[in-house]
Nanobody, 128 residues
Framework: QVHLVESGGGLVQPGGSLRLTCATS????????IGWFRQAPGKEREGVSC????????YYADSVKGRFTISTDNVKNTVYLIMHSLKPEDTAVYYC?????????????????????WGQGTQVTVSS
């Protein structure tokens, strides 16, 4: 059975850092795409980044490029989203998601419709 559980959100000051964790089970990272999305109040869900298990590469939205980084622990089947230089506009609920059969392009990032499984989300608030 597939599960994704996010953790690591919280309140951080502008310019600060956070590390989000997506703990997965029911599959191995080698064969899936893991995406990070966020949704702020009143806004649509936005793709932030994606990790391709097929080629081991990570991809990022322009809004976070250079500030956010994905790392993985294949032993723990865990994906991390490391966020630096956080801005108030990064405030949102962050979700991780898994796409088991995705074989399309990663530029632009795969849409939310491509993902089969979702976590429950973790709140990130950037405020002074």
């Amino acid at each position: 059975q597939v599960h994704l559980v996010e953790s690591g959100g919280g309140l951080v000051q502008p310019g600060g850092s956070l590390r989000l964790t997506c703990a997965t089970s029911g599959f191995t990272l080698d064969y899936v795409a893991i995406g990070w999305f966020r949704q702020a109040p009143g806004k649509e869900r936005e793709g932030v980044s994606c990790f391709s298990g097929r080629d081991g590469r990570s991809y990022y939205a322009d809004s976070v490029k250079g500030r956010f980084t994905i790392s993985t622990d294949n032993v723990k089947n865990t994906v991390y989203l490391i966020m630096h230089s956080l801005k108030p506009e990064d405030t949102a609920v962050y979700y991780c998601a898994a796409a088991s059969g995705y074989s399309g392009s990663y530029d632009p990032l795969p849409s939310a419709y491509e993902y089969d499984y979702w976590g429950q989300g973790t709140q990130v608030t950037v405020s002074s």
